[in-house]
Nanobody
Framework: QVQLVESGGGLVQAGGSLRLSCAAS????????MGWYRQAPGKQRDLVAT???????NYADSVKGRFTISRDNAKNTVYLQMNSLNPEDTAVYLC?????????WGQGTQVTVSS
């Protein structure tokens, strides 16, 4: 069993910042890739950013230069620093972890950006 617990979402004004955290727990040795996705109402789930165990990152074009993903392997935790937020960033943000070929998901945390 693997559990992912997100925290850090909330309501922020346009131009503001938020930092999301996701801690993984359970029975595993290591996590290959950790990442963040988001899903707005009525839309598909989209990739936001990923980071592998070596620290190599990948970002959606829409967040490049504004969001930064990082991870603490010792704590099995991934972070998403979000700056210069705009209303189009409003969504449920979900944490994902690829472990032994299987993608685990968190419950999600709501991020709402007001104009």
């Amino acid at each position: 069993q693997v559990q992912l617990v997100e925290s850090g979402g909330g309501l922020v004004q346009a131009g503001g910042s938020l930092r999301l955290s996701c801690a993984a727990s359970g029975s595993f040795f290591s996590i290959n890739v950790m990442g963040w996705y988001r899903q707005a109402p009525g839309k598909q789930r989209d990739l936001v950013a990923t980071i592998n165990s070596g620290g190599i990152t990948n970002y959606a074009d829409s967040v490049k230069g504004r969001f930064t993903i990082s991870r603490d392997n010792a704590k099995n935790t991934v972070y998403l620093q979000m700056n210069s937020l705009n209303p189009e960033d409003t969504a449920v943000y979900l944490c994902a972890a690829l472990i032994r070929g299987y993608n685990y998901w968190g419950q999600g945390t709501q991020v709402t950006v007001s104009s």
